[in-house]
C-alpha cells in the first residue's frame, strides 16, 4: 500500500494513523449519520462495493439491516462458513465456540467468562431471536439449528442448516440508482 508515505529501509513509519472520513454528522432526530470519507478510503471502498462487487455490497447491506448486534454476529459467522465452502449448507460448532466467534464473554481476573451460561437462555435470547430476524431481513431464506452432540446432558455441538436465495438479494431501484452513482463517484477499475 502506498500512502505517499516516503519509506525506506530506515525510514518506515513506527505507526500510521489514517482517517477515513473527513466527517460524520448525527442527525439523531431523524435517526440518521451522513459521513464524508477521504479519498484515500473512497478508494478502498471502491474495492468493496459498486456494480461488479454486488456480493460484498449485499453482505454489506444485510448487515446494516440487522439490528440486534447478535443477529449481526450470528449472520457474520454463517456468511463465514459459506464462503469457505458455498456448496456446504451447514456446519458444526460448539456452544462455547460461537460464543467466542459471537463475542459472547467478558474477562475477568484473567478468566474468559462466556455470557448466557443457561444453555436454554442462550437459545431463548440469542439463537432463536437472531434466526428470526436474519430470515426475516437478509438474503438467508432459510435457518435452523439442532443439537448435534453433548457432554453428558449440556448441549455441546451445534449443526446450523442454511439456504441462501441469491435471486432474493436483488437490488432494489434505489440500491441500483446507489451503485450506479457511486461507480460514477469511483469508477471501477479497469482489469488490465
Known amino acids: 500500500m502506498n500512502f505517499g508515505i516516503l519509506s525506506s529501509k530506515n525510514k518506515i513509519p ?11 454528522a448525527y442527525y439523531d432526530h431523524l435517526a440518521t449519520v ?10 478502498y471502498f471502491s474495492k468493496l462495493i459498486g456494480s461488479e462487487n454486488r456480493y460484498t455490497t449485499q453482505v454489506l ?3 446494516v439491516l440487522l439490528n440486534s448486534v447478535n443477529s449481526t454476529n450470528l449472520y457474520q459467522v454463517i456468511r463465514k462458513y459459506y464462503s469457505q465452502n458455498s456448496s456446504k449448507k ?10 467466542e466467534e459471537m463475542g459472547l464473554y467478558t474477562i475477568e481476573e484473567g478468566e474468559k467468562k462466556y455470557k448466557y451460561p443457561k444453555y436454554s437462555f442462550f437459545v431463548r435470547d440469542v439463537i432463536n431471536k437472531s434466526i428470526n ?6 438474503e438467508i431464506n432459510q435457518l435452523s439449528f439442532s443439537v448435534v452432540g453433548k457432554k453428558g446432558r449440556m448441549a ?12 432474493s438479494s436483488s437490488f432494489s431501484e434505489d440500491d441500483m440508482a446507489f451503485l450506479e452513482e457511486f461507480d460514477k463517484v469511483v469508477p471501477p477499475k479497469k482489469n488490465k
Open 34 to 43: 451522513r459521513i464524508k470519507f477521504t479519498n484515500t478510503a473512497k478508494r
Open 90 to 99: 451447514s456446519f458444526d460448532i460448539s456452544v462455547d465456540d460461537l460464543k
Open 14 to 24: 513506527d505507526r500510521l494513523d489514517l482517517n477515513l472520513t473527513e466527517f460524520c
Open 61 to 63: 447491506k444485510s448487515v
Open 156 to 167: 455441546h455441538m451445534l449443526r446450523f442448516e442454511f439456504s441462501i436465495n441469491e435471486k
Open 133 to 138: 430476524e436474519i430470515i426475516e431481513k437478509t
